[in-house]
């Protein structure tokens, strides 16, 4: 019952703050065109403090090794076991907040490596773009599942040896994701550098242009390799988790992805490999 009380009251806090701005003309949503803020791990500190950890293990999930490495001496191990099984899903992630402002231009670059013994060919997201509640219209992350419990925005899907780039525009549906590219046949046991170069937005004017191992895998439009399609649900942005997640279709083996040289910048030159 308290609890009850306590979630009531911070639910009237927010609409008591969106009323307070609404009176001043502005909405507590992000501004357009607001700053990125930089974010850069290549583990060589052996910290993971700079990120939202939602891992049921951090001991198994998430460790740092030595090799393989993409550059300098550590990188990421993430591990994810049968049962694994956090936050309403089976998953071992790692969160960014605060990168996928409205309105903001933002390359997003990491490398991994898919091990050799990887065997689960159910799909697999190495890393996604999940919507936030919207306040101001009386969002929070309840019910269940949390939010909403659609498909993502935009993703990065590992699924029978293929490497997918995934799109969804519809917040109330998991039925209309669409597959913007594919590579099949995916090797595993190397090094694969992707970039994602964005802008966000909840209209058509928001894109998203993937390079893979210095290629676009984004289909050419005629002009350039953009795709144009809404990936805000709405304009408190999006936050930005790599790693495994599964959902609820519950993996047999344990699988294993090395990640290493994640950034997070405005210009493409500070986030190449």
Not at 26 to 47: G, I, L, M
Not at 94 to 122: H, Q
Not at 135 to 163: C, F, H, K, M
Not at 202 to 213: I, P
Request: glycine share 4%.
């Amino acid at each position: 019952m308290q609890y009850s009380i306590n979630r009531f009251v911070v639910k009237l806090l927010f609409f008591v703050f969106g009323l307070v701005w609404l009176s001043c003309g502005k909405v507590p949503t992000s501004e357009p065109n607001a700053a990125v803020e930089s974010f850069s791990a290549d583990f060589e500190n052996a910290s993971l403090a700079n990120f939202h950890l939602l891992v049921p293990d951090t001991a198994f999930n998430t460790t740092i090794v030595t090799s393989p490495v993409r550059k300098g001496k550590y990188a990421l191990k993430n591990a994810l076991r049968p049962d694994d099984f956090t936050n309403n899903g089976y998953r071992a992630e790692l969160a960014v907040y605060d990168c996928a402002k409205y309105k903001t231009e933002v390359y997003y670059a990491f490398s991994f490596w898919i091990d050799t013994a990887y065997a689960d060919p159910a799909y697999n997201l190495l890393c996604q773009w999940q919507d936030l509640p919207y306040y101001i219209q009386g969002e929070w992350w309840d019910p269940t599942p949390l939010l909403r419990g659609s498909s993502p925005p935009l993703a990065l899907v590992y699924a029978n040896g293929a490497l997918d780039v995934k799109m969804n525009e519809n917040p109330s549906s998991n039925q209309e994701v669409v597959t913007v590219s594919s590579v099949p046949a995916l090797p595993k046991g190397q090094w694969h550098d992707v970039i994602f170069h964005c802008y966000w937005s909840d209209d058509n004017s928001a894109f998203v242009e993937v390079k893979l191992n210095g290629e676009f895998i984004t289909p050419f439009n005629g002009n350039d390799y953009k795709y144009y399609k809404r990936n805000l649900f709405n304009r408190t942005g999006n936050y930005f988790k790599f790693g495994q997640y599964r959902g609820k279709e519950k993996t047999k083996h344990t699988n294993i992805v090395y990640f290493d040289e994640l950034k997070i910048a405005s210009t493409y030159n500070a986030v190449a490999p």
